[in-house]
């Protein structure tokens, strides 16, 4: 742990790298997967096993947040970490995200985003002064910059407008944000799948000498490749010595594809969603459990794992779960599935640490291919 925010790489092997970020609440091991608490839980998990499969920090979202329990109750409840029994870093996103999922229901000016709200239809006007508000009421150590996040494909006039007002958000939140000792704001590349707007969004980002950068805008409707593309354009502009976030992304392939790239940390819904939904991750790719095939298999999901819900329940008994809908059929998957993904960074990381990294990517891929065991 550190009174003070700082991160440090411990080695690279090509543009991989990994490390760790410290903060008065803990230490981040990067490269780093966030399981996503939008609402102040990890859907379908205690916290506790959310900690114990290795996970070092979650996120909040500070739309959702802000609409209920509210923040500022939130603040009198002694902050997000005492109320959900979290002592370690949260990172919340900044309500960008939701002024592209939420079009219907927003307004976005310069000030910033008037939302009709999901829940009662009560409106909440959010500009860059009051998301960071919001995430200091919170008590976020890592506080996101409000941007304007664009679904893709969209025109070049309209990804250059949204990357530009989102630069002047990101000057107004580091005003607000001030000095907050141990505590940091990260800025958000933009530029959709411009390059030369990717470049100039990181440039200006770069010149405000935040404590963080993410990429943001990606993994909403481009191919992989486009992302993978965006990511070689834009990590080579941000700062070596500072953390790189990709958000909102994403699959095992997508993650490892990003490290490979220069990204330190990740989130996504993903694992949590696709396990209340019976698809599962492993080691050996996606498994859906709903297929008649698992109705009758005595086997479990990896019996390597050593996550219970993969290693000591049948694929019968989850395949059971699933499709009576039963509520833990989704507990049990969704632990597995964040398991897997643990697993996974775990990999990454001490791939990178020993120089083996890419051949640690062949052999997953490879195994990825290699698909699931034969039915029974």
């Known amino acids: 742990m550190s009174d003070v925010f700082r991160f440090d790489i411990a080695a690279t092997d090509g543009a991989a790298r990994t490390g760790a970020i410290s903060m008065p609440r803990g230490t981040v091991r990067t490269p780093a997967f966030m399981p996503v608490g939008t609402a102040g839980t990890v859907k379908a998990m205690y916290l506790d096993q959310v900690r114990d499969l290795g996970a070092d920090i979650i996120l909040g979202n500070t739309y959702h947040l802000m609409l209920r329990p509210g923040a500022e109750r939130v603040a009198r409840l002694g902050g997000l970490h005492d109320l959900i029994r979290w002592p370690h870093p949260i990172l919340t996103d900044s309500g960008g995200f939701q002024v592209m999922s939420l079009s219907g229901l927003r307004k976005l000016d310069e000030q910033g985003v008037t939302f009709q709200s999901h829940v009662d239809g009560s409106r909440h006007h959010m ?3 009051r998301s960071i508000e919001i995430q200091g009421l919170l008590g976020a150590d890592i506080q996101m910059q409000l941007d304007e996040c664009v679904a893709l494909p969209a025109n070049r006039s309209e990804v250059e407008r949204a990357m530009e007002m989102s630069v002047r958000w990101a000057e107004r ?12 704001m990260f800025g958000i590349v933009q530029g959709g799948d411009q390059p030369d707007l990717r470049v100039k969004s990181a440039e200006a980002l770069k010149a405000l000498d935040l404590k963080g950068y993410a990429v943001g805008g990606l993994a909403v409707g481009e191919p992989q490749d486009v992302m993978l ?9 941000l700062p070596s010595e500072k953390p790189r976030y990709l958000m909102g992304v994403g699959t095992p ?4 594809k990003s490290v490979a790239r220069g990204i330190d940390m990740f989130d996504c819904v993903m694992p949590t969603r696709a396990g209340r939904h019976g698809l599962a991750f492993t080691r050996r790719g996606r498994i859906n459990l709903r297929n008649a095939r698992h109705a009758e298999d005595t086997r479990p999901l990896d019996e390597q794992s050593s996550c219970p819900a993969s290693r000591d329940y049948s694929r019968a008994y989850l395949h059971h779960l699933v499709r009576a809908n039963e509520a833990l059929g989704g507990m049990l998957l969704t632990w597995n599935n964040l398991s897997y ?7 990454i990381r001490q791939a990178i640490a020993d120089g083996r ?7 997953t891929q490879d195994e990825w291919a290699r698909g699931d065991i034969a039915p029974r």
Not at 357 to 363: G, I, L, S, V, Y
Request: proline content about 7%; some cysteine; aromatic content about 10%.
């Open 127 to 129: 500009s860059p002064e």
């Open 173 to 184: 939140c580091k005003t607000a944000f001030g000095d907050q000792p141990g505590k940091a």
């Open 229 to 237: 593309a965006m990511l070689e354009t834009t990590c080579p502009v």
């Open 253 to 256: 392939d997508d993650i490892i």
């Open 341 to 347: 993904y643990q697993d996974l960074m775990r990999g």
């Open 357 to 363: 990294f890419a051949d640690f990517m062949a052999e």
